[in-house]
């Protein structure tokens, strides 16, 4: 039992390895954000991202919207999974480390992959510094003059969308057409420092927009 055990942890002990340390290179990213600015956000990130976003630009269907489902499915698979263990014949207790450290595994995998390729960008230099904007306190009757002021504008600029008859917003063209222009017109109008992945990249709609909707939801942003 003891033996077959470690053999075990073994198989399985480099996954959760490599999350504790891309955990601990998470935190540590947080002490230097003007090194994470420079050579994760601005290099190392825009590189493998246009690399990832160019295999997957081949799809005409979301993968991350598949893998979200893949997840939650493989969720629940493990919960039923690791428990009937406890039916199998022989070394019980065995069979249930066995499954609840492939869990693991499955879990540090997804997370470690979700640090290295998107979250030390919580770590670059705050956003206020590369938009020049001074952050100060603000009443609360000035923040609802500029939520009045913003709503008003909103209103303007409805009169100048199309709508059906019922008053409803239509698309000027298909909803394909349109996800298509969305790189060009990001690539065009989008600042500098927010310009991390080429116009390669592709806007793409999802199966089940109203199972979205009910976890307020509007889409699945991949990094």
């Not at 090194?35 to 160019?54: D, G, L, Q, W």
């Not at 600042?191 to 909707?213: C, H, I, Q």
């Amino acid at each position: 039992m003891k033996k077959e055990l470690i053999d075990i942890t073994k198989k399985r002990i480099w996954f959760i390895a490599v999350f504790f340390l891309s955990l601990i290179l998470y935190k540590l990213a947080f002490l230097f954000p003007e090194a994470t600015e420079k050579v994760y956000s601005r290099a190392m990130y825009p590189f493998f991202a246009n690399i990832f976003s160019s295999i997957t630009s081949v799809f005409p269907f979301s993968l991350a919207e598949i893998g979200l489902y893949a997840f939650f499915i493989a969720v629940v698979f493990f919960i039923i999974y690791i428990p009937l263990g406890a039916l199998r014949k022989g070394k019980r207790l065995l069979t249930i480390l066995k499954r609840f450290f492939t869990f693991l595994c499955v879990i540090s995998t997804i997370a470690s992959a979700f640090i290295l390729n998107w979250a030390i960008n919580y770590a670059r230099v705050p956003l206020k510094y590369s938009m020049g904007i001074e952050t100060s306190v603000y009443s609360a009757e000035q923040l609802k003059e500029v939520c009045i002021e913003l709503v008003n504008k909103a209103n303007s600029l409805r009169d100048q969308v199309e709508q059906d008859e019922n008053g409803v917003f239509k698309l000027s063209s298909s909803r394909d057409e349109i996800l298509k222009q969305v790189a060009k017109v990001y690539e065009q109008n989008a600042p500098e420092y927010m310009r991390m992945v080429s116009s390669g990249a592709r806007a793409k709609g999802v199966f089940t927009k109203n199972l979205l909707s009910y976890f307020e939801t509007t889409g699945i942003y991949s990094p």
